[in-house]
């Protein structure tokens, strides 16, 4: 995928982010992550019903990495079970990490395939799928 077509992804997803906005609603378990060394500050939702994660929400101030990182991640996780969605986290963790993975795993998040470029931006595309691991490890 080229350069210029993985910036228009990331911002389509920066500018029409999916599930963005929480509810109320008892059902979802929450994390706030942030990254201290920037404004990156998001809350996530998430739902998960006999091991599928049915709904993941959010909201928050965040960078465009960060944001659109939120947006591909809840598009790729949705409907999935949480094991099939540990195997997903750990190859997209292993892809920003410059270790081998396995890029038909990856999927849309495939644009951040370049992100240790600029070791400063592998926290905000980390950032959300960190706290969704959180979450669903409980599971």
Request: hydrophobic share 40%; net charge negative.
């Amino acid at each position: 995928m080229d350069n210029e077509v993985k910036r228009n992804i990331i911002i389509d997803h920066y500018h029409n982010p999916l599930n963005k906005g929480l509810l109320e609603d008892e059902n979802y378990t929450k994390i706030r992550v942030n990254n201290e060394s920037c404004i990156d500050n998001i809350v996530l939702m998430v739902k998960v019903e006999d091991g599928i994660i049915k709904d993941i929400r959010f909201d928050g101030e965040a960078c465009a990495i960060s944001t659109s990182a939120t947006s591909i991640m809840i598009k790729m996780l949705l409907n999935k079970s949480v094991e099939e969605a540990l195997i997903i986290l750990n190859e997209y963790e292993k892809m920003i990490n410059e270790q081998d993975y396995d890029e038909s795993i990856i999927g849309e998040a495939i644009v951040y395939n370049e992100v240790y470029k600029q070791p400063n931006r592998k926290k905000c595309a980390l950032l959300p799928w960190r706290g969704i691991k959180i979450i669903i490890e409980k599971e």
